[in-house]
Nanobody
Framework: QVQLVESGGGLVQPGGSLRLSCAAS????????MGWYRQAPGKQRELVAR???????NYADSVKGRFTISRDSAKNMVYLQMNSLKPEDTAVYYC??????????WGQGTQVTVSS
């Protein structure tokens, strides 16, 4: 059974930092793409950052220069370092993984709230 478990969300003041982690288990094939998406209330889910097994990372324009995605392929883990957080970053953040064979998988989501 495949499981993606996110951790690291919480409440932080504007300008603060958080680090999200996502651990995958039960995926048989090598994971090609690992990413983070977010969904704010009343809005569609959007891509925040993604990183492929053989290429560099891609970021949404709204987080460039503030967020950094990284991965540990040996452990099937992906991370999102979020700095200089803004209230508009408030959302539920979802981990996403796409193996080289088969369909993508999603985590259950972790809440990030940026507020003073």
């Amino acid at each position: 059974q495949v499981q993606l478990v996110e951790s690291g969300g919480g409440l932080v003041q504007p300008g603060g930092s958080l680090r999200l982690s996502c651990a995958a288990s039960g995926i048989i094939f090598k994971i090609d793409v690992m990413g983070w998406y977010r969904q704010a209330p009343g809005k569609q889910r959007e891509l925040v950052a993604r990183i492929t097994s053989g290429g560099g990372p891609n970021y949404a324009d709204s987080v460039k220069g503030r967020f950094t995605i990284s991965r540990d392929s040996a452990k099937n883990m992906v991370y999102l370092q979020m700095n200089s957080l803004k209230p508009e970053d408030t959302a539920v953040y979802y981990c996403n993984m796409l193996p080289i064979i088969g369909s993508e998988y999603w985590g259950q989501g972790t809440q990030v709230t940026v507020s003073s």
